[in-house]
């Protein structure tokens, strides 16, 4: 079964661009949800959708912005990007069964905004 | 508003020993609890969460955490160390629309 795949892997943008990465959960898992990872603010949840929902939101800006398609492939959008928005962006597919949730993070999509 | 604090940053334990890594967390709605593992030149990997029902909630790779109320923790414990679980270690507060993370918890464990 392949595991959660994030595209791109690398990716360089200036300031005042828009980027968008991609995330293509496990095939079956209808949860995905977004993370950001900097040496100084550590992981930050982003948001989370389920069924092309977002379900839940963390204390981001309005630039930063996400979808789920109705295959579970999600996709993050950030506008008018800042050097700030330099990071690792993770995305994680989720699957609860009997009670039990499993979570499995992809290898993450590394920005780097100049 | 929710916050998360784990105590130590670094902690080192000798092999076969007890892991024990501290986390405390505020919230002002019953919370999600978690508990996230990176290991060098891998991805984070969830080790377990606490929702709501027993407050000891087992995990992977031999972890466990209990929740308590009234201590407002959910303190990671394994009972013997292994090298292999040299990583980072994160907890996380999750509910009321949010989700906050620890600054995570370096683990070294010593032959």
């Known amino acids: 079964k392949a595991g959660v795949t994030q595209t791109p892997r690398y990716l360089i943008k200036t300031r005042g661009q828009q980027v968008t990465l991609s995330c293509s959960p496990i095939?079956?898992?209808?949860?995905v949800s977004w993370y950001q990872q900097t040496p100084g603010q550590g992981l930050q949840f982003l948001f989370e959708y389920f069924s092309e929902t977002q379900r839940n939101k963390g204390n981001f800006p309005g630039r930063f912005s996400g979808r789920q398609f109705s295959n579970s492939r999600s996709e993050m959008n950030v506008s008018t990007l800042e050097l700030g928005d330099s990071a690792l962006y993770l995305c994680a597919s989720s699957l609860r069964l009997g009670g039990q949730e499993t979570q499995y993070f992809g290898p993450g999509t590394r920005l780097l905004v100049l | 508003a929710q916050s998360v604090t784990q105590l130590g940053s670094h902690v080192s334990v000798s092999e076969g020993a007890l892991v024990l890594l501290r986390c405390n967390y505020s919230s002002s709605v019953p919370p999600y609890l978690f508990w996230y593992v990176q290991y060098p030149n891998q991805g984070l990997q969830l080790l377990l969460k606490?929702?709501?029902?027993?407050?000891l909630v087992k995990g992977i790779n031999g972890f466990e955490a209990e929740f308590k109320k009234s201590e407002t923790s959910f303190h990671l414990t394994k009972p013997s160390a292994h090298m292999s679980d040299a990583a980072e270690y994160f907890c996380a507060v999750g509910g009321d629309n949010d989700m906050r993370f620890g600054a995570g918890t370096r683990l070294t464990v010593k032959p």
């Open positions: 606490y929702t709501t029902g027993a407050t």
């Open positions: 095939s079956g898992h209808r949860s």
